[in-house]
């Protein structure tokens, strides 16, 4: 993990979409409508969908950046006026700064990659649970009092998978996550220290994760 804090109350925010101005994008601009070189990246796939991790449900403002993280991945880009600080959010600046100090970066591509998807078998494949007397039980979205599954599921569907890059091995699941950011670029260290990535109008970091 990357040593994130959890049981914390949810900051507030109100958009989901990150404007990037930098990068030109005519082909996003015929399909949005949007002006002329820029395109949007969502912050909300990065943030945590655990139930009890309520201070990285959403995108957070700190200093001069906006951050999401789900406790695995942590994205940065540059700071948006509509989205709130958080002052129970964790300290991702420190996490960023012990990065950099590390070493100079051996930009490189994504590693190839697969991904496998199977039915979730805490939640049968609905994606929901609601409370039972010992254990959890699976129900349907719209049932009273349900709940999202674990991080490990989406939409009642377990993704796993792995690369290995330079001896450091990364989830498929975040691997296909930053697949499609602008310019999207990635950096290793020495096993079980936070991979540095960048892209076009931010960067990010990636906890590695045990071989199975």
Known sequence: MLEMSAHLETPSY?????PISRLPSLDAVKKSGRRKGEIMIDLTKFCSTDSTRFNIQNPFSLGEFTYATDGNILIRVDRLGNIAENPKAPDCERLFAEAIARAEPDWMDLPEFKLK????????????????????????????????????????????????????????????????????????????????????????????????
């Open 117 to 212: 998807r199977d039915p979730c078998l805490t939640c049968k494949g609905t994606g929901y649970l609601k409370e039972g007397t010992k254990v959890d039980i699976p129900c349907a979205k719209d049932f009273p009092g349900a709940f999202l599954c674990t991080d490990n599921c989406a939409d009642g569907v377990v993704l796993s998978g792995y690369a290995k890059i330079d001896g450091v091995a990364l989830a498929s699941r975040y691997l296909d996550l930053i697949k499609d950011l602008p310019g999207i670029k990635i950096s290793v260290f020495k096993p079980m220290k936070p991979v540095r990535i960048k892209f076009d109008g931010g960067e990010g970091l990636i906890m590695p994760m045990m071989e199975p």
């Open 14 to 18: 109100q958009s989901k979409e990150v």
